[in-house]
């Protein structure tokens, strides 16, 4: 167990709807980041949170943002939901935002999108 | 052509085996490379951590990196059933905050 915890396990929601996703860190750990991981595929950075400013975003669209609070837990909004949104969303702390830092993963979120 | 690609596809071996599995990537800027298990409905957890190139070896598990050639590749000794999992390649840069994944390699160890 890493110590990174995610809530809820599984959602399901419908098209055009919002959902919120939850994180808590590893204890002493500033970074969080967020990945999206399709059935069959490897994990797709979405971004990476870093003392509450966002510290590098990949290739998906601004209805996927987050936050991340004083405590270093963190939060997914994606709005506008759609059917391509199902996946298993994984966030992962780390010590600080650099590359030679490992980063643990939590157990993810699973979401359906109907 | 996608950044990190991995082989082989789905692997199905008996018990004792030896499994090799092996990514290859473009970004020279990649200095830190790792390997992680994920066991199906879970999230990934780190197996092996090499910076640069070089070999590096933790029980039955070697993992191995070859930056000239942008290969990367983890050796697995005597299977166990218990290594049935994916196994996800990722790297990463220096100044680089995110992993970069392979899509994965499904392994089952039949008994």
């Known amino acids: 167990e890493t110590g990174v915890t995610q809530s809820p396990t599984h959602l399901i929601k419908t098209r055009g709807q919002q959902v919120t996703l939850r994180c808590s860190s590893q204890?002493?750990?500033?970074?969080v980041s967020w990945y999206q991981q399709a059935l069959g595929q490897g994990p797709q950075f979405i971004f990476q949170?870093?003392?509450?400013?966002?510290?590098g975003r990949g290739n998906f669209p601004p209805r996927f943002s987050g936050l991340q609070f004083p405590n270093y837990s963190s939060e997914l909004n994606v709005n506008a939901l759609e059917l391509d949104d199902s996946a298993l969303y994984l966030c992962?702390?780390?010590?600080?935002?650099?590359?030679?830092?490992?980063?643990?993963f939590g157990p993810g979120t699973r979401l359906t999108v109907l | 052509q996608k950044e990190v690609e991995q082989d082989p596809g789905p692997l199905s071996v008996p018990e004792g085996a030896i499994v090799s599995l092996n990514c290859t990537y473009s970004?020279?800027?990649?200095?830190?490379f790792m390997w992680y298990r994920q066991y199906s409905r879970k999230g990934p957890e780190l197996l092996m951590y090499?910076?640069?190139?070089g070999n590096k070896e933790d029980g039955r598990f070697t993992a191995q990196v070859d930056k000239s050639s942008k290969y990367i590749s983890l050796f697995i000794r005597d299977s166990q059933p218990s290594d049935s999992a994916t196994y996800l390649c990722?790297?990463?840069?220096?100044?680089?905050?995110?992993?970069?994944f392979g899509k994965g390699t499904l392994l089952t160890v039949n008994p």
């Open positions: 949170y870093y003392r509450e400013e966002e510290n």
């Open positions: 970004n020279s800027a990649f200095q830190y």
């Open positions: 090499t910076y640069s190139s």
């Open positions: 992962a702390s780390s010590l600080e935002a650099s590359g030679r830092d490992t980063q643990y």
């Open positions: 990722a790297m990463t840069g220096g100044s680089n905050y995110k992993l970069t």
């Open positions: 204890s002493g750990h500033n970074t």
